[in-house]
């Protein structure tokens, strides 16, 4: 039977290195989604994922309870990619990649939304709103992208920011408005 | 309920995390309030967007690549250099390396103590020895040493004193170099 992840990161923290490959197996890719939508391109999602698990594994004495890895790796991954996001802004615009990327690893902006109809609004609608994503600040960019997007609780959030409930409700409520905005924007255009 | 009020359980209504009487009661003020309504549509419009798979996945091969990349940098990394110490390992360990090197500088000065005790004890307790004056001290002495003093010492305790020298070592031969000339000198 498949081991829970309360069980791996016990056996992890126990010593057995294949609890921790079995870890990474579970969480590359949702590190690698949340850190795309952060960063928008494959470099820089491929290091902070390699970077988050190379500090898990070096922090794991600090985890004091293995209920909350969830909310620790997250909190690794983000804080690294903020860290990264700020280097990269005083470095040049960060820009959606679309290409110079092997083959199996292409991303393409207008396969994002998978709406069968009216697919050139959706794609436009989606760069808009990716934009304005941009425009959040870090932590409001975040609680969107991990609750709206990656589907964590707002309790899983408040932990991995240290934060209270209501401090992300907060967040997530201005992230929304700011989005909507744009939404009731096009919307208009398109009556 | 006023629109502001509902404005604001609108979140937590399109995350279905409100409690069920503030649900109906909502729930009523929309069938009513047409911009609220049109409000809570675009919430769950967006909400609906973007849980749009975002992100394409980039293929089973870079998934297994990249985990091979950090296992390499984590596991395999921390086998080939034994193990991964935290801070208090690596104090621990110094702390162990610091305690070693004391203990064995002690005992070396333990040793080199008890060897000069030891190798000029004798030369006290035999006042034969410094009856001779320089003249015991063959290594640095420019006179020959006087046979009539030498004479006190017997044959017997000075192959002692000899064995006493390869028992102590060098810092004891150094010390009794004298009475190998001698031993030697009483042979003729």
Not at chain 2, 5 to 27: G, I, S, T
Request: aromatic share 8%.
């Amino acid at each position: 039977m498949e081991k829970t992840i309360p069980e791996l990161v016990e056996s992890f923290l126990n010593g057995d290195e294949k609890a921790f490959a079995e870890l990474v197996k579970r969480y590359r890719k949702k590190i690698y989604s949340i850190a795309y939508q952060v960063l928008h391109n494959h470099l820089d999602a491929d290091e902070v994922v390699q970077e988050t698990f190379v500090r898990v594994y070096n922090k794991r004495q600090e985890l004091k309870d293995v209920k909350y890895f969830t909310s620790f790796i997250l909190r690794v991954a983000t804080n690294y990619a903020i860290d990264l996001l700020r280097k990269r802004k005083g470095q040049k615009k960060i820009t959606s990649d679309t290409a110079a990327l092997p083959g199996y690893i292409q991303l393409d902006l207008s396969q994002r939304v998978a709406t069968p109809s009216d697919n050139l609004e959706n794609k436009r609608l989606m760069e808009e709103i990716l934009r304005a994503f941009d425009e959040l600040p870090y932590k409001q960019r975040l609680t969107a992208i991990l609750h709206d997007i990656e589907g964590y609780s707002k309790a899983e959030i408040a932990k991995t920011f240290n934060c209270p409930e209501a401090t992300v409700r907060s967040n997530l409520h201005i992230a929304r408005k700011k989005l909507k905005k744009i939404l009731k924007q096009r919307l208009k255009q398109k009556e | 309920m006023t629109c502001r009020f509902a404005l604001l359980l609108l979140d937590d209504y399109v995350d279905n995390e409100l409690a069920p009487k503030e649900r109906e009661a909502l729930k009523k003020h929309l069938e009513d309030c047409s911009s609220c309504r049109q409000e809570w549509e675009r919430t769950k419009y967006l909400k609906e967007l973007l849980k749009q798979k975002l992100v394409n996945d980039p293929g089973e091969d870079y998934w297994k690549e990249m985990t091979n990349i950090i296992l390499a940098r984590t596991i395999e990394t921390s086998s080939r250099e034994s193990v991964t110490l935290s801070f208090t390992e690596k104090a621990a360990m110094q702390r162990g390396a610091f305690i070693r090197s004391l203990v064995s500088a002690g005992v070396s000065v333990i040793i080199l103590v008890s060897a000069i005790i030891l190798g000029t004890a004798q030369k006290k307790s035999d006042p034969t020895i410094y009856a001779g004056g320089n003249r015991l001290f063959a290594a640095a002495s420019l006179k020959p040493p006087d046979k009539t003093v030498t004479t006190i010492i017997t044959k017997k305790e000075q192959i002692n004193q000899a064995q006493g020298m390869l028992l102590m070592g060098a810092p004891t031969f150094i010390g009794r170099f004298s009475t190998i000339f001698e031993f030697i000198n009483s042979g003729e």
